[in-house]
């Protein structure tokens, strides 16, 4: 199993910006899907943004579209999420997963249980 560690969470303004990193343990990073997911108080954990195994396919949810973009450096075993604009919304624990689904692979995928490796998270709050 491959082992995620989450940084780069903390506190800022509404309309600042944060650039999450989440590093991988294992090689076979490189192979599979990533995802970042989040989970507020009281709520769901839900998807934020994927990708497929090289970075060339991206998905967001609708309402961090055209505010965060998610990245994987597979030289460094790294995936970030650059998160612009932020609002009061976006509070919640950040996390970083993996995927070792065939399916997933290229294009990733976005329900929770399609990942099988999960970082501690990094909690973001925003202000306003």
């Known amino acids: 199993q491959v082992q995620l560690e989450e940084s780069g969470g903390g506190v800022v303004q509404a309309g600042g910006s944060l650039r999450l990193a989440c590093v991988a343990s294992?090689?076979?990073?490189?192979?599979?899907?990533m995802g970042w997911f989040r989970q507020a108080p009281g709520k769901e954990r839900e998807f934020v943004a994927v990708?497929?195994?090289?970075?060339?396919?991206?998905n967001y949810r609708a309402s961090v579209l055209d505010r965060f973009i998610i990245s994987r450096d597979n030289a460094k075993n790294t995936m970030y999420l650059q998160m612009n604009n932020l609002k009061p919304e976006d509070t919640a624990v950040y996390y970083c997963?993996?995927?070792?689904?065939?399916?997933?692979?290229?294009?990733?995928?976005?329900?929770?249980?399609?990942?099988?490796?999960w970082g501690q998270g990094t909690q973001v709050t925003v202000s306003s």
């Open positions: 997963a993996a995927s070792s689904l065939d399916y997933c692979a290229d294009y990733g995928c976005s329900y929770a249980y399609e990942y099988t490796s």
């Open positions: 294992q090689r076979t990073f490189n192979t599979g899907a």
């Open positions: 990708s497929g195994w090289s970075g060339s396919n991206v």
